[in-house]
Nanobody, 116 residues
């Protein structure tokens, strides 16, 4: 079955950077819109960033100018470069994929903790 495997999470100080990776398998990766959601304790899950098959991008306002989503189709991988991290970015980050309106596939998540 389709697998999305995230990596790159961890503990970082405020102002620091992390790059998350999501490797997809058993999926026609290049035709899917890929996204990164996050969920913090006690908060609703939110879509942080997405990238379409033709590399159009969207970001939630709170990360604009700090986060960059990108994809490398030959590697079936999507990235989330996170700079100038803030404590409020602390969450579990999930990779996901869709072709239509509904996110079809989800990864298991990777923890990002921003703390001094």
């Amino acid at each position: 079955q389709v697998q999305l495997v995230e990596s790159g999470g961890g503990l970082v100080q405020p102002g620091g950077s992390l790059r998350l990776s999501c490797a997809a398998s058993r999926i026609a990766f290049s035709i899917y819109t890929m996204g990164w959601y996050r969920q913090a304790p006690g908060k609703q899950r939110e879509l942080v960033a997405s990238i379409t098959s033709d590399t159009g991008t969207n970001y939630v306002d709170s990360v604009k100018g700090r986060f960059t989503i990108s994809r490398v189709n030959p590697k079936n991988t999507v990235y989330l470069q996170m700079n100038s991290l803030k404590p409020e970015d602390t969450a579990v980050y999930y990779c996901n994929a869709k072709r239509g309106a509904t996110w079809e596939y989800w990864g298991q998540g990777t923890q990002v903790t921003v703390s001094s």
